[in-house]
């Protein structure tokens, strides 16, 4: 039989609500984000070389219009706590579930079956009614779903060799995997928007220098600065470099904790090994989440 898994699908419909509002929250806030700055530089370019056209001075008026709405919109609808609550509510939902699936505690052997689905449901309530005012970006089509899916049961019900297995598989690996890959990316982009800046700095002096010996010339200067300071800003939002560094060590954690998992020959043993695997987990999260406010 066929090893079974624990799908995006398989989780509960709080989780999967959550998930796709945090997303749409995220893209919605890098693209507002993206577009006031693309739309500063296209401001700076059209002023330089339009500086006294009538049609030139409008359309930078008209931009620099655009861009207030862009921050009055960011500052009002506030798509970044969306993103990050909705992300923590996800995760936490996340940790239940593999929890609960586990037999881990609080849902282990020593409550009974009944019971244990009743405090699930009244920890995923508890979870929900700490975070209302998320409620409004949840997606409709997803309140029908189940709390408690056919697949997350079945796993329930195997002996508990079966979900070791399936947790090492489908959690640890699945968390030491994406750790390492985000790690990577984040490396990677954050040296190339670190040369970005460094052309532009470049740039920007060498222009300054150039200015001195041809003091009439017309030169970008100002777009040049516009630019860097938008790589700046793209950069602090990003935070490529302190993700790399979360997200580097959180890999390593995971390592040891999968050694972990050799010692496991029991019921109990599984149900300490899940607890201590998900709290760290949760506790690179905990601090993912604590970044907004930094």
């Known amino acids: 039989m066929p090893e079974l898994k624990l799908k995006h699908e398989d989780f509960p419909a709080l989780f999967q609500s959550a ?3 945090s997303l749409t929250a995220q893209s919605s806030y890098y693209l507002a984000l993206k577009s006031y700055l693309f739309l500063l530089v296209v401001a700076a370019l059209i002023s330089f070389y ?7 001075a409008l359309a930078s008026a008209l931009l620099f219009l655009i861009t207030l709405c862009i921050l009055i919109w960011l500052k009002v609808q506030k798509p970044e706590d969306t993103w990050y609550n909705g992300r923590a509510v996800a995760e936490s939902v996340k ?3 593999w929890r609960w699936v586990m037999k881990a505690e609080p849902y282990d052997n020593n409550t009974p079956e009944e019971q244990s689905r009743k405090e699930f ?5 508890s979870i929900l009614d700490q975070n209302r005012s998320l409620s409004a970006h949840f997606q409709a089509d997803k309140t029908n779903d189940e709390a408690i899916s056919h697949q997350m049961s079945s796993i329930r019900s195997l002996p508990f060799e079966e979900r070791l297995a ?3 598989n489908e959690r640890v690996k ?3 995997d994406w750790y390492a890959k985000k790690s990577l990316f984040n490396k990677r982009r954050a040296n190339q928007w670190f040369v970005v800046s460094v052309v532009l700095h470049a740039l920007a002096i060498a222009l300054l220098l150039y200015r001195i010996s041809e003091p009439t010339l017309s030169l970008p200067i100002e777009i040049v600065a516009t630019g ?3 790589i700046l800003t793209w950069l602090q939002a990003k935070k490529h470099n302190e993700l790399n560094s979360s997200y580097s060590l959180a890999a390593h954690e995971i390592v040891l ?5 050799e010692s496991v020959d029991s019921d109990k043993a599984l149900s300490n090994f899940v607890v201590s695997s998900e709290s760290a987990f949760s506790r690179e999260h905990t601090q993912w989440s604590a970044r907004k406010n930094v």
């Open 19 to 21: 998930d796709h509002a």
């Open 50 to 56: 339009y500086p006294v056209d009538l049609i030139g």
């Open 95 to 97: 940790t239940r579930t």
């Open 121 to 125: 449901l009244m920890d995923l309530k």
């Open 166 to 168: 399936i947790y090492k």
């Open 174 to 176: 699945n968390q030491a």
């Open 228 to 230: 860097a300071s938008a």
């Open 257 to 261: 904790i999968k050694g972990e998992a």
